[in-house]
């Protein structure tokens, strides 16, 4: 059974830090990985997905990186921003691309 | 395009009520998959249905929970006789044929049982 880990749970950091963020999995035998992004109260959004052959994506100030065999991916955000403020959650999909694991999510405050 | 659209976005219902939960997905996915997020804990699969059927429903209750996708309309997640318990945000998802393209995510269906 796919287990999905983040570390750390909280983050606060002051506006302008570079940042990274940590998601672990059990199972290896994953199809894709996504980040999303949730504000409180709202949905996901997706940030980015990598696929299982893929090392890395990125998007803006967002990159990702993902080591299938170590299971870990990391979202790395640059010059964080106060509206980067919410919680990221990493998912693994399972290897028929049909069920996504969610870890816990890190709940990010950047301050002014 | 309108994104995976899910209503009511709050529903209050007493226990024993029924709630009924809709999502329609976005234009051009054939697959969709509800989750849930009970207050203080992950997100959770609970069933993937493509149009007039059930793939997997292993995350699904046993008991007073039901997912149908018709082949007209929303896909609907039904809970009978709701229970305290029940309350937590409820989320639809969609993709297109492809799996690659990932998940897209509606903006959920919070349920309060009172």
């Known amino acids: 059974k796919q287990e999905v880990t983040q570390i750390p749970a909280a983050l606060s950091v002051p506006e302008g830090e570079n940042l990274v963020l940590n998601c672990s999995f059990t199972d290896s035998a994953i199809y894709n990985l996504q980040w999303f992004r949730q504000d409180p109260g709202k949905g996901l959004t997706s940030l980015l997905l990598i696929q299982s052959s893929q090392r890395e994506q990125t998007s803006g100030r967002l990159n990702a990186s993902l080591d299938k065999s170590s299971g870990r991916s990391t979202l790395y955000i640059a010059a964080s921003q106060p509206g980067d403020s919410a919680t990221y959650l990493c998912?693994?999909?399972?290897?028929?691309?049909?069920?996504?694991?969610f870890g816990g999510g890190t709940r990010l405050m950047v301050k002014p | 395009n309108a994104g995976v659209m899910q209503n009511p976005r709050h529903l209050v219902r007493r226990r024993g009520q029924e709630a009924r939960l809709r999502c329609s997905p976005m234009?051009?996915?054939?697959?969709v998959y509800w989750y849930r997020q009970l207050p203080e804990e992950g997100l959770k699969f609970m069933v993937y249905l493509q149009k007039e059927n059930i793939i997997d429903e292993s995350g699904m209750p046993k008991e007073r929970f039901s997912a149908e996708f018709p082949k007209e309309g929303p896909s609907i997640l039904r809970i009978q006789q709701v229970v305290r318990g029940d309350s937590a945000a409820y989320f639809c998802?969609?993709?297109?044929?492809?799996?690659?393209?990932?998940?897209?995510f509606g903006s959920g269906t919070r349920l309060t049982v009172v």
């Open positions: 234009k051009g996915h054939s697959h």
């Open positions: 998802a969609s993709s297109p044929e492809y799996r690659s393209y990932g998940y897209t």
């Open positions: 998912a693994a999909s399972n290897n028929a691309g049909n069920m996504l694991t």
